[in-house]
């Protein structure tokens, strides 16, 4: 298995689209484990409610919004433009939050 360095404030902000071209939203928060070797990273949170978990409860409490968004396991995302990253799957494929 070939391994990739990726600098996160890379991928933080990116848009991210499906395979139809659709938008999905950005990329606004990046879920990793700790393992033996480093960190690793597991999933990807794309849209508000990923903004709201970078920030902490307490920003969703001052706003008082409901967020949408989505939850992209790391085999579920095509980096290999990391410019404008893509979904390898379709939109129904992915967790909702």
Known sequence: MKTTDVRLE???GREVHA???RR??????VRAET????????AFVIGVAGLFERLGLGARLIV???AGGHVARWD?????????PRLKC?????AAI
């Open 10 to 12: 890379d991928l933080i």
């Open 19 to 21: 395979a139809n071209n």
């Open 24 to 29: 999905v939203g950005r990329i606004e928060e």
């Open 35 to 42: 393992t033996a070797g480093g960190c690793v990273v597991t």
């Open 64 to 66: 008082g919004a409901r």
């Open 76 to 84: 579920q995302m095509d980096l290999s433009d990391l410019e404008h």
């Open 90 to 94: 379709g939109l129904e494929e992915l």
